[in-house]
């Protein structure tokens, strides 16, 4: 492939998500394509139409996708949404916190409310996520 030709196929896959298996992803960006190992992911942070994700060595990578969108590229028993703005990888949960209705702490000391209208699904998770381990 020749040098031009690789760069608009770079250019039209800007901004998109691509699973490379179970165990990572390639996100697009204007600054490149980040191969991201889903293991590093912590936990994912919506704003609007943006996602932050956050990774176990206290780095960042905000990409301009939702979270929802996010979501659907993500193994769904391993990244659980818990809030309207948050999601968590189930590989670093520390504790669910059953005081103040719930919340997750999670291995980079983040703590996220778990909301009432997902408690059950996250609850489903942990114990499936827990028996798969076995």
């Known amino acids: 492939m020749k040098k031009n030709e690789w760069l608009n196929e770079i250019r039209g896959m800007k901004q998109s998500l691509v699973r490379m298996g179970s165990d990572c992803i390639c996100i697009t960006t204007t600054y490149g394509i980040h191969v991201v190992q889903l293991l590093e992911v912590v936990r ?6 943006y996602c932050t994700l956050h990774f176990d060595d206290k780095k960042t990578l905000t990409i301009s996708k939702s979270l929802k969108e996010m979501l659907r590229s993500l193994p769904e028993n391993r990244f659980v949404r818990v809030h309207a703005s948050h999601a968590i990888n189930m590989d670093h949960l520390k504790l669910y916190d059953l005081s103040d209705g719930g919340s997750a702490l999670l291995s980079d000391g ?5 909301s009432r209208r997902r408690k059950k699904e996250f609850l489903q998770s942990i114990r499936m996520h827990c028996f798969s381990k076995r």
Do not use: G, Q, T, Y
């Open 44 to 49: 994912i942070k919506a704003d609007r139409s």
């Open 110 to 114: 983040a703590r996220l409310p778990v």
